[in-house]
């Protein structure tokens, strides 16, 4: 019941377009996640269902390779409409990129893992690509390769089903393979280093260094760091085909300290300043709209600058199948007792 609870309100994290809401549903789903963690140990060790009782230390250590797509949840692209922004209702499918992972996983107890790995994602967005106004007379763009170190707990319920022990006749109607699975809820911390870029021409130029909403200038935000924090979270699936290799597939979504993965968080900052400063490129890059709506990215008649995006910070997610492949123990170092 647990990895359902945790499973529904995933769920409603990704749908819900508010982020008070958001950041709510964030608290209360990892509170659930380690109260549950505690509160089941001694249910899940009396139903596993192992033919042995120490069945499962052949899944104690295992090294994970993981492919899939990865999609980001920003200020740029987007459905058709607003208010979505942020969430996993917006996304923009033609701006799937890839996603890759390399880790291991340790099988602390029967149904608590612990789990670290590399993980490389491309991520990107569009306005070009919505046809919301002012989204689409925004028209900014970006591509950002994202580095990641994580480390995450792992909750697991880990099932075996034993098939007949014996080659008995006359059973063909009852015979069944032997199968052995986990589903797996998860949240843990991770560092990421991204580098947004945007479209110049028919090449890439880094947005950082151009300081495109005024950084560090008079009046302007200060200048963000390209590495911050991250928190995964999600569910997980993996069938282990025997004692060597295992398949599965994961969802995982990253919460983050930054809202520059996309280089856009504040407001358009003045033009003129920026040239002076950072030069004809950084006024380039910062405000590229088409002019369908005009004054859009002008200060109002108060002189305050006019909003370029959120202040909300960026989230980027993952889709991704699994293989991975155990290292069980020698028999002489673990003793599986058969309870025949």
């Known amino acids: 019941m647990w990895h359902f609870l945790n499973t529904f309100l995933l769920f409603l994290l990704f749908i819900t377009p508010s982020q008070a809401i958001l950041k709510v549903k964030l608290h209360i789903s990892g509170l659930l996640f380690f109260s549950v963690l505690f509160a089941s140990q001694s249910v899940f060790s009396q139903g596993a269902g192992f033919n042995r009782v120490n069945e499962w230390k052949k899944y104690r250590k295992e090294v994970v390779l993981m492919v899939g797509a990865a999609q980001f949840l920003g200020d740029l692209g987007g459905l058709n409409k607003t208010g979505t922004d942020f969430s996993p209702v917006d996304l923009e499918f033609s701006m799937t990129r890839p996603a890759v992972s390399a880790g291991y996983r340790y099988k602390v107890t029967k149904n608590f893992n612990w789990y670290s790995s590399f993980n490389y994602l491309l991520v990107a967005g569009d306005d070009k690509l919505t046809t919301e106004p002012f989204r689409n007379n925004r028209n900014l763009n970006f591509k950002s390769n994202i580095f990641e170190l994580s480390t995450r707990a792992e909750l697991a319920f880990f099932k075996h089903r034993a098939g007949h022990r014996y080659n008995i006749r006359n059973t063909s109607g009852l015979r069944h393979r032997s199968s052995t699975w986990e589903v797996l809820g998860f949240i843990g911390v991770g560092v990421f280093y991204y580098n947004p870029k945007g479209r ?20 302007g935000p200060k200048q963000y760091k390209r590495v911050s924090i991250s928190i995964p979270m999600g569910i997980s699936y993996r069938l282990m085909l025997n004692k060597y290799w295992s398949i599965g597939a994961e969802i995982n979504y990253r919460k983050t300290f930054t809202d520059y993965i996309d280089d856009v968080s504040t407001t358009y900052y003045d033009k003129y300043a920026l040239e002076n400063a950072y030069g004809p490129l950084s006024v380039a890059m910062s405000d ?18 006019a909003q370029r995006g959120d202040k909300e910070k960026d989230s980027f997610m993952g889709v991704q199948i699994t293989v991975g492949r155990f290292f069980p123990p020698k028999r002489n170092k673990t003793k599986l007792r058969s309870k025949f």
């Open 200 to 219: 110049q021409g028919g090449g890439w130029v880094n947005l950082q260094p151009l300081h495109t909403e005024g950084q560090g200038l008079p009046g």
């Open 288 to 305: 590229p709209s088409k002019g369908t709506i005009p004054g859009a990215t002008s200060p109002d008649a108060a002189g305050n600058f």
